[in-house]
């Protein structure tokens, strides 16, 4: 899949509503059997928050793996969160995920998710990645940028939504959910993006918006070390570029976007 190179920017209104980035590695299963009690103890004061999850087994199974003298299965999950619940770092047998809802730049993103990586890295010592996933979900609100008399044809491109260029079709839709997933260089993309009803909370009523959901991943073996941080510098270009692609330059104006040197790859 080819993108068109796009100028980086931060938008001042800016349509993220959430950002995460995942490794996966072949399971460690202490990480199951054991509280990570040194891995919170070196993250607890940027992430003082902390629950364990683990998926209700109906008891009718529960029962019968007993019975047999069977282990239960564990999908034990850590998920340790910042004071203000922005930012939330999840550790399980066979994954690391940082996600948060306060998106300003890669670089940010990146440092604050290498130095729980290399934490990880040194306490569990991961043999190697199996998948490494970049993903940004974009919510455009029209209300929110002042945008109410805009046709939606006037804010997505055609080449990702031909049917609200429709004029004898368009004004009936109320729903659009597509689901892509693309070849990109460094692996796949999967894109779903349409037309979505959202709560405002200043509205009687639910507000159609556009959402922009892209996860880029790769799913081969990746070794520990700089090979993954390249990796997700490129997803986060391509992430970039496929955005612009997506929007007019109606809504690219409307967000304020403001230009920023770049550092990345």
């Known amino acids: 899949m080819y993108l068109p190179e796009s100028e980086r920017v931060i938008y001042e209104r800016n349509p993220l509503i959430q950002v995460a980035c995942q490794l996966r ?14 891995f919170q103890d070196e993250i607890r004061f940027q992430y003082p928050l902390f629950e364990s999850t683990q998926p209700q087994v109906p008891s009718e199974i529960s029962q019968a793996i007993q019975k047999f003298g069977l282990p239960l299965l564990s999908d034990i999950s850590y998920s340790f969160k910042s004071e203000d619940q922005i930012w939330h770092l999840c550790i399980s047998k066979d994954s690391i995920t940082l996600s948060t809802s306060a998106y300003e730049r890669y670089e940010h993103f990146q440092k604050r998710f290498r130095e729980a990586v290399e934490l990880f890295e040194r306490i569990y010592t991961p043999s190697f990645y199996t998948r490494v996933g970049l993903q940004y ?26 049917e609200l260029y429709n004029a004898k079709l ?6 659009i959910i597509k689901d892509l997933v693309l070849k990109t260089e460094q692996g796949q ?27 880029f991943y790769t ?15 490129k997803f986060n270009k391509s992430a970039r570029n496929l955005f612009r692609w997506s929007i007019t330059d109606t809504l690219h104006h409307a967000m304020r976007p403001q230009t920023i040197e770049t550092t990345e790859i």
């Not at 072949?26 to 199951?32: G, V």
């Not at 974009?138 to 939504?161: P, V």
């Not at 200043?202 to 959402?211: G, K, P, Q």
């Open 25 to 38: 590695f072949p399971p460690i299963l202490k990480i199951s059997r054991q509280e990570p009690v040194d």
């Open 137 to 162: 979900q974009d919510l455009i609100i029209r209300s929110k940028l002042g945008l109410e008399n805009k046709q939606w044809s006037d804010l997505i491109t055609e080449h990702i939504a031909s």
């Open 170 to 175: 368009s004004p009936s839709i109320q729903s």
């Open 189 to 215: 993309v999967h894109f779903k993006h349409g037309l979505v009803f959202v709560k405002q909370p200043d509205r009687s009523d639910d507000e159609l918006a556009y959402l922009l959901d892209a996860d």
């Open 219 to 233: 799913e081969r073996k990746i070794e520990r070390g700089e090979n993954v941080w390249n990796i997700l510098g």
